[in-house]
Nanobody, 125 residues
């Protein structure tokens, strides 16, 4: 089974920044869409951001996230990043990267076949 590997999570104060990275050491995903989801305790996994195969198109769950987060990919390195700025306590969650069929609905978890193990992001007030 192919695994994605996230890194970059941690503890940060409100207003701070973190950069999450996701790598796919076992195969390339240049033909797939990448995305980031997050899951807080007791809540469903929710879509945060996605990026098209070329990187030309990006999608965010809402304007607040779009104003603070930036998704990017490097097809040469087979990686995707999520730069998170002005973090808030409500951003606290486990963040997951995913890769999947570019034709599927980008905001649905079931659209993605490959997932990382998750990285914890904790924002203190």
């Amino acid at each position: 089974q192919v695994h994605l590997v996230e890194s970059g999570g941690g503890l940060v104060q409100a207003g701070g920044s973190l950069r999450l990275s996701c790598a796919a050491p076992e195969r390339t995903f240049n033909s797939e869409r990448w995305a980031w989801f997050r899951q807080a305790p007791g809540k469903l996994r929710e879509f945060m951001a996605a990026i098209s195969r070329s990187g030309a198109n990006t999608y965010y769950t809402n304007s607040s996230v779009k104003d603070r987060f930036l998704i990017s990919r490097d097809n040469a390195k087979n990686t995707v990043d999520l730069q998170m700025n002005n973090l808030k306590p409500e951003d606290t969650a486990v963040y997951y990267c995913a890769a999947g069929d570019y034709r599927a609905l980008y905001y649905l978890p079931n659209s993605y076949s490959y997932w990382g193990q998750g990285t914890q992001v904790t924002v203190s007030s």
